[in-house]
């Protein structure tokens, strides 16, 4: 295989966070995979990069990746596997006859992203294939600087977790942790926003939606936000102190 595979950061939303060297990369790929979370749906990611850096003579792939949780150690269903499978397909073709292609990866690819099982895929295929990851500006920072807001100061120990999580699980790491990171949030306001106001965390904890994209909005309040219909772009930081 001649041509390199990277997983490309494009941050949270605003195109100006996205760093010199995802550009950079991003700019000398000819081939660019895009993520869509449905079928024949819009790409988050490839709106970001293409408002870095122009799409002109790039040949722009759209893969439809199933939304489907995926545990550590487990072999996941069999369309998800499928879907990183056919991406590999896709990468592989083009690798082979010198085009680079980089992977479009919302925020950083080293938290709940796509991009690593694609890697690890290709790989096991291709143990030689030449892969580069390049990271980003994550949903989390990108959040905490949008309500001026740190996660963690001193010798506090934090947690992220997507909040789908069971709730016994959600409480022990409430208790344990200083601060705790929630993504995933759009449809777990209805067990986790009483769950906070049990442990009194309430007044440590704010939600953004769309954080650096348009129509963002912070929610101080938990409760205004607990009977809306939120978008999945919506993360929830917790901080006790
Ligand atoms: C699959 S994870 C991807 C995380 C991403 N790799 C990162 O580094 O932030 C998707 C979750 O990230 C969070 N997220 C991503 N972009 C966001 C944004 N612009 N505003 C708020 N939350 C966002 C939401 O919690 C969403 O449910």
């Known amino acids: 295989m001649k041509g390199t595979f990277y997983v490309v950061g494009v941050g949270p939303g605003d195109p100006e966070l996205m760093t010199l060297k995802s550009a950079r990369i991003l700019e000398r790929s000819q081939v660019w995979l895009s993520p869509a979370a449905r079928r024949n749906g819009e790409s988050t990611a490839l709106a970001i990069a293409s408002g870095a850096v122009s799409t002109a003579g790039k040949e722009i792939l759209t893969h439809h990746f199933p939304m489907r949780k ?14 990183w499978e056919q991406a590999v397909d896709l990468i592989s073709e083009q690798l082979v006859s010198g085009r680079d292609v980089s992977m479009l990866t919302l925020g950083d690819p080293a938290i709940y992203s796509t991009g690593f099982y694609v890697c690890e895929t290709l790989l096991e295929r291709n143990p030689e294939a030449s892969v ?8 989390m920072g990108a959040t905490s600087a949008a309500v001026r807001m740190p996660i963690c100061l001193g010798d506090d120990k934090f947690a992220v977790i997507p909040a789908v999580f069971e709730i016994e699980k959600l409480r022990e790491i409430l208790v344990q942790f200083d601060a705790v990171v929630f993504m995933k949030v759009h449809r777990a306001m209805d067990r986790l926003v009483p769950l906070l106001e049990e442990l ?3 007044d440590g904890s704010v939600l953004v939606e769309r954080t650096g994209m348009a129509g963002e909005r912070i929610w101080p309040d938990l409760k205004r936000a607990m009977n809306r219909k939120l978008h ?9 102190s």
């Open 232 to 240: 999945y772009f919506s993360t929830i930081i917790v901080r006790k």
């Open 200 to 202: 009194n965390l309430l």
């Open 70 to 83: 995926v545990c550590s150690g487990r072999t996941p269903v069999s369309d998800v596997k499928d879907a």
């Open 132 to 139: 580069e990851i390049i990271p980003g500006i994550s949903a």
